[in-house]
T-cell receptor
């Protein structure tokens, strides 16, 4: 079975602080794909990043960075110097190869306070 | 704008009724996914279609059904509605492939269903 856990339900930070959103996944597949999506207050889900299980290289995109650690089954997301516009619900998602579904975690609601 | 169109944006109906939610995927996308988002269940995968064929099924109730038409648009039919069916229903699309891929999903803005 596949499962995605985001233990942090809600996080509040003050603008310009760094914040890390945790994601832990479970899968029996040796090949799988991980994603992060953002859901701003407008409601629409927006793709942020994807990572293949065979590519453990971490990625940085502007203020966003992702740390994929296969050994701990984690795919954490860090926002550096947070801004108010980062306030949203962030979802981690998993797609395996034996179960062709994209499974989402429960989401972490991030509030960035000015 | 993701390019995925969902109609209607809001739907208010009564228990026991039947409704149809419509989704038009991005131009060229062959795969359509349906998700239900509620406060207590989070974002739950319902069903996926690829080029008209059902590809994967999630926690979709028997009262719910879906299909993808030859023009690739999809409809989600919800019948014998209950109060607990009130939720935000998302449709997403991707280019699509015969097997699992790392394709990203493009989401519509959702249909907010309220069952009174």
């Amino acid at each position: 079975a596949q499962k995605v856990t985001q233990a942090q339900t809600e996080i509040s930070v003050v603008e310009k602080e760094d914040v890390t959103l945790d994601c832990v996944y479970e899968t029996r597949d040796t090949t799988y794909y991980l994603f992060w999506y953002k859901q701003p207050p407008s409601g629409e889900l927006v793709f942020l990043i994807r990572r293949n299980s065979f590519d453990e290289q971490n990625e940085i995109s502007g203020r966003y960075s992702w740390n994929f650690q296969k050994s701990t089954s984690s795919f954490n997301f860090t926002i550096t110097a947070s801004q108010v516009v980062d306030s949203a619900v962030y979802f981690c998602a998993l797609r395996g190869t034996s179960y062709d579904k994209v499974i989402f975690g429960p989401g972490t609601s991030l509030s960035v306070i000015p | 704008d993701s390019g995925v169109t969902q109609t209607p944006k809001h739907l208010i109906t009564a228990t026991g009724q039947r409704v149809t939610l419509r989704c038009s995927p991005r131009s060229g996308d062959l795969s359509v996914y349906w998700y239900q988002q509620s406060l207590d269940q989070g974002l739950q995968f319902l069903i996926q279609y690829y080029n008209g064929e059902e590809r994967a099924k999630g926690n979709i109730l028997e009262r719910f059904s879906a299909q993808q038409f030859p023009d690739l648009h999809s409809e989600l039919n919800l019948s014998s509605l209950e109060l607990g069916d009130s939720a935000l229903y998302f449709c997403a699309s991707s280019v699509g492939a015969p097997g699992p891929t790392n394709e990203k999903l493009f989401f519509g803005s959702g249909t907010q269903l309220s069952v009174l």
